[in-house]
C-alpha cells in the first residue's frame, strides 16, 4: 500500500478534529524521512477543527473590517476625485489588490497571512494615534482617519488570532542526547485571552 503525502495527511488529520500534536507526532512517524522541524513549521500555519470553531466569529469580524475597509478606500478615491494619474494607471489604483489577497488569505485560514498582516496594518495605522483625541471628544473624523482606525483595528485581531489559532511549537531537548522534539500548546477551548 502506498503511503500518502504528508500535506494530505495533515490535511486529512486536522479536518477528523486532530490536536497538532497527535497530527505531527502520526506525520512524523509514518514520514521518518522528513525533518521534524519543517513538519512543525508547516503545521503551525494551519489551523484546528476546535481553533476554526471557536475563532470563527472573530475571523468573521475581521473579514467584514477588511471588506469595509477597501470599500472606503474606493469611496474615498472616487469621491475625492484623485484621478489625476494617467488613465492607464487610473484603474489600478481603484483595486486594492493587497486587500484582495488578504481576504483571501483570512478566509481560506492561511497563518501565515495573519502574523504578516496583522504587523503592517498596525504599523500602518499608527498614524490613528493622532486621531483618538477627536475621537475623545465625541467629534467625527475624516474617511482617512476613520480608514486608519479600522487599519489599527485589522491589526490588533490579525495578531490575536495568530497568537491564538497559530502558535508557535516549542523545542525540547532530551537531556540524554535525543533528538529535538517539538511540542505543541494544546488547543484552548473556552478561554477567550
Not at 476625485?81 to 486587500?99: C, W
Not at 498614524?127 to 485589522?154: K, S
Request: net charge positive.
Amino acid at each position: 500500500m502506498e503511503s500518502r503525502k504528508p500535506k494530505d495527511l495533515v490535511r486529512e488529520l486536522l479536518s477528523l478534529g486532530f490536536s497538532k500534536q497527535q497530527v505531527f507526532d502520526q506525520v512524523t512517524a509514518a514520514h521518518p524521512e522528513m525533518k521534524p522541524g519543517r513538519v512543525a513549521n508547516a503545521l503551525r500555519n494551519r489551523p484546528t477543527t476546535l481553533a476554526k470553531e471557536h475563532h470563527a466569529t472573530t475571523q468573521r469580524v475581521l473579514l467584514a473590517l477588511v471588506m469595509l475597509n477597501a470599500v472606503l478606500k474606493l469611496w474615498y478615491t472616487v469621491d475625492a476625485r484623485i484621478l489625476d494619474q494617467p488613465p492607464s494607471f487610473e484603474l489600478l489604483g481603484l483595486i486594492p489588490y493587497a486587500t484582495l489577497f488578504a481576504i483571501y488569505g483570512i478566509y481560506r485560514w492561511h497563518g501565515e497571512y495573519f502574523q504578516l498582516i496583522g504587523w503592517l496594518n498596525v504599523l500602518g495605522g499608527l498614524g490613528a494615534l493622532r486621531h483618538l483625541g477627536t475621537l475623545a471628544r465625541l467629534r467625527l473624523v475624516d474617511i482617512p482617519a476613520l480608514m486608519d482606525l479600522i487599519g489599527l483595528a485589522i491589526g490588533v485581531l490579525c495578531l490575536y488570532l495568530a497568537m491564538r489559532v497559530f502558535p508557535e511549537p516549542r523545542k525540547v531537548k532530551d537531556p540524554m542526547g535525543g533528538p529535538v522534539r517539538y511540542v505543541f500548546p494544546e488547543d484552548q477551548q473556552g478561554r477567550f485571552f
